[in-house]
């Protein structure tokens, strides 16, 4: 397995985590505070095979973490280890991305298998990563769009959301669900900053652009036509 890395603010479940996964000769970097693994994703997110997350630490915490490693188009596994184990908050970590939910404590033989397998499947399309719908295509792991057989240069803002549209294809898009998805929960501006993106992602994607049916009301909806 390839180096993971662990963002944990317990010293010694670290150096436990570190240790066993060692013996299985794998390499875990650690991280101990939100501030610092913001500034690490943020640089230095494509070097890890998969991510270890906390959500109780200091600085940012796990979930805008978490947060920050999907909008960057991140493919990386995570999986959130903590003492957190209520309803609401396993949601909010699948709803966030998140792979797996564990919560402590837990068996460390249990934890490395999981991260074995989401790192043996995430490695399967080794090259790329292809979402397909009609004209359009988006390749998650080179972050390429193609749009009629060319290839469209798009804003991180205008590739979130088109991502968010071909994994929920033929479903109807609430502007609430991509505000959450593309700009974050504690966004607190219009709504109406959405229809200017899609006005926008619609534009570079030239007669491909079609494909984004507005349904007055109630949100957008990608189809293959």
């Known amino acids: ?3 993971i890395l662990l963002i944990e603010d317990d010293i010694e479940m670290c150096e436990i985590i570190r240790t066993y996964f060692a013996e299985k000769g794998t390499e875990v970097f650690s991280v101990q505070n939100g501030t610092d693994a913001s500034d690490l994703i943020r640089e230095e997110i494509h070097r890890y095979a998969l991510v270890l997350l906390d959500i109780m630490l200091p600085g940012t915490d796990g979930f805008s973490l978490c947060r920050q490693i999907r909008m960057q188009n991140s493919e990386v596994p995570v999986i959130f280890i903590t ?5 609401e908050d396993i949601l909010s970590g699948y709803d966030l991305g998140c792979d797996d939910y564990i919560v402590k404590p837990f068996l460390l033989s249990v934890l490395y298998s999981k991260c074995e397998a989401l790192v043996r499947r995430a490695g399967l399309p080794m ?21 009629g057989g060319k290839e469209v240069d798009l804003p991180p803002k205008e590739f979130a959301i088109l991502r968010y549209l071909l994994e929920h294809e033929n479903w109807i898009v609430s502007r609430d669900a991509l505000l ?10 219009s709504d109406r900053v959405v229809d200017s993106h899609i006005k926008k992602l619609r534009k570079a994607l030239g007669s491909a652009g079609s494909q984004i049916k507005t349904l007055v009301g109630r949100g957008y909806k990608l189809t293959k036509e």
């Open 180 to 189: 959450d998805r593309v700009w974050g929960y504690d966004y607190f501006g």
């Open 127 to 147: 090259g790329s990563r292809l979402m397909t719908c009609g004209d359009i295509s988006l390749d998650t792991r080179t972050l390429r769009c193609f749009a």
């Open 1 to 3: 397995m390839e180096k």
């Open 83 to 87: 003492a957190r184990g209520r309803e």
